[in-house]
């Protein structure tokens, strides 16, 4: 019998990273001397690889720009990192989670639009980083919908579509978990509304990781 897995995305289901995240872009764009977008629409775009959400928020620009821009914000990101002044906290119930499904035999993953360096200081700060077996970031991958993170992963852990769950916050991880053909969670509790989790096709929206739980053991 294949592994089961359960693939997580980070930012916005593991930790609530949006005021990082929106001061870094309000930095990028301030930095450029354009008009920031409003934080909705900041975190609207959360889950997409860097480029692509620029391309977003910024449509009229070309890609040469939305590049220098996506350069702009990692460097805002890596200076308030030397500030001290990053802010992921993992959301309630998460690492006691991520412990019972590893102690119960399920292999862990995540699949994020993060950097490589973003995610393991991330996973690293938070005490979890052991528990996954395979980490796929938007540093060796197409953008989400693209299925690539997802299939990878699944050939790491040994799992096929059947035994695998993708747990995400926004219609991105519901797409590429269809596009994978594996189950898609939605949780509640991150950037984009529930009801948009349900339009994508998502199998079920958990509201806290006491849900979430049930959710991923159902199968």
């Not at 005021?19 to 409003?38: R, W, Y």
């Not at 490589?116 to 395979?134: Q, Y």
């Not at 540093?139 to 690539?148: G, Y």
Request: aromatic share 6%.
């Amino acid at each position: 019998m294949s592994n089961r897995l359960a693939v997580f995305d980070c930012d916005g289901t593991l930790v609530d990273s949006q005021h990082s995240i929106c001061t870094a872009m309000t930095l990028a764009f301030e930095g450029e001397k354009l008009a920031v977008p409003d934080r909705t629409t900041i975190l609207s775009v959360v889950g997409l690889s860097l480029p692509l959400a620029i391309a977003r928020l910024l449509p009229e620009a070309e890609a040469d720009f939305h590049d220098h821009l996506s350069e702009s914000y990692k460097r805002a990101f890596q200076q308030m990192r030397r500030d001290n002044a990053v802010s992921e906290p993992l959301y309630p119930g998460i690492a006691e989670l991520i412990r019972q499904l590893d102690a119960d035999g399920w292999l862990l993953g995540v699949a994020t639009g993060k950097s490589d360096r973003g995610l393991n200081l991330c996973l690293s700060h938070h005490g979890i980083h052991a528990h996954f077996v395979t980490l796929q970031t938007a540093d060796r991958h197409p953008s989400k919908p693209h299925p690539s993170m997802l299939l990878t992963a699944m050939a790491d852990a040994g799992a096929v579509p059947e035994t695998t769950v993708m747990i995400g916050d926004t219609s991105y991880d519901i797409d590429m978990a269809l596009n994978a053909g594996t189950r898609a969670l939605g949780v509640g509790w991150g950037y984009h509304p529930p009801a948009d989790l349900i339009a994508a096709g998502a199998h079920g929206v958990a509201m806290d990781s006491d849900e979430l739980n049930a959710h991923i053991r159902a199968a």
